[in-house]
């Protein structure tokens, strides 16, 4: 083997030996920074979109039975509403967890919007508003597996 083909060799190693050892974790580095923000948006969005179900799960048995306090239905509606934007803002991104997410926090709305109208009408409930307010928390789950997924 000459002298030039030796050098060619050396060069073709150590160019093979630097794109290994800098440029290929360079590169992955820029990848998983790209893809981070946007776990971490999901991860929000399903946290927010949790906690506006919890808290409308975790008081709405004060309004089960008549009669109501209206006044302080007033308050935990608002407060329901406004983990409900909360949960809509964080829940931005175009993923299928935050559209997921979002779809859940449209449900919610609507079950409250249908449970205030009952209350302060006077009528009965949805009948159905246990099997709906499980379709929520099934559909932020699907969202929490989905974001888990990357999706």
Known sequence: ???NRLIKWVVIIAL?????????????????GHAA??????????????HASET???????????????????RFRTDVETQIAAANAAC????QSCDMAR???????????NLDNSITSGSAPPDDAVQRQEAIDTKI?????????GK
Not at 16 to 32: C, G, N, R, S, V
Request: charged residues 20%; negative net charge.
């Open 1 to 3: 083997m000459d002298a």
């Open 16 to 32: 093979a030996a630097f794109a290994w050892i800098y440029a290929l974790p360079w590169a992955k580095k820029q990848i998983q």
């Open 37 to 50: 923000p946007a776990a971490a948006a999901d991860s929000t969005c399903i946290t927010a979109a949790q």
């Open 56 to 74: 409308w799960g975790s008081g709405l048995h004060r309004f089960v039975n008549p009669p109501y306090d209206l006044g302080e239905w007033g």
């Open 92 to 95: 931005r991104e175009s993923s």
């Open 103 to 113: 779809d859940a926090m449209r449900d919610l709305q609507s079950l409250v919007a």
């Open 141 to 149: 789950e699907v969202a929490a597996q989905l974001a888990r997924g």
